[in-house]
Nanobody, 129 residues
Framework: QVRLEELGGDSVQPGGSLRLSCTVS????????MAWFRQAPGREREPVAF????????VHKDSVKGRFIISHDSSKNTLYLQMNSLKFDDTAIYYC??????????????????????WGQGTEVTVSS
């Protein structure tokens, strides 16, 4: 059974930083699409960033570009999201997701038609003063 466990959510002031982690057990992630999504109160879940782990190629959505960085450590089977310059609008539950792939690239990972196989339970990020 594959399990994804997110850690790192917290309450932080605007302008602050957090680092989320997502550790995967039960399956390697060295050939996978992995992603961070988030869901703010009263809103639909939205993608935040994607990574194609064989090449470590990434895509970040415009709303977080230049502030958030997605990364992956295959030796630890762990996905990260470094979040800097946090804003009130970043308040949400953050979910990691993974999908094993043979090939395809980050364009596959970020395609709206790609369905992710595995999801974590979420970690809450609150930005407030």
């Amino acid at each position: 059974q594959v399990r994804l466990e997110e850690l790192g959510g917290d309450s932080v002031q605007p302008g602050g930083s957090l680092r989320l982690s997502c550790t995967v057990s039960g399956s390697p992630t060295n050939r996978a699409c992995m992603a961070w999504f988030r869901q703010a109160p009263g809103r639909e879940r939205e993608p935040v960033a994607f990574i194609y782990t064989p090449l470590l190629s990434t895509v970040h959505k415009d709303s977080v570009k230049g502030r958030f960085i997605i990364s992956h450590d295959s030796s630890k089977n762990t996905l990260y999201l470094q979040m800097n310059s946090l804003k009130f609008d970043d308040t949400a539950i953050y979910y990691c997701a993974a999908k094993p792939v043979l090939n395809g690239g980050v364009s596959l990972c970020s395609s709206p038609t790609t369905t992710y196989s595995w999801w974590g339970q979420g970690t809450e990020v609150t930005v407030s003063s």
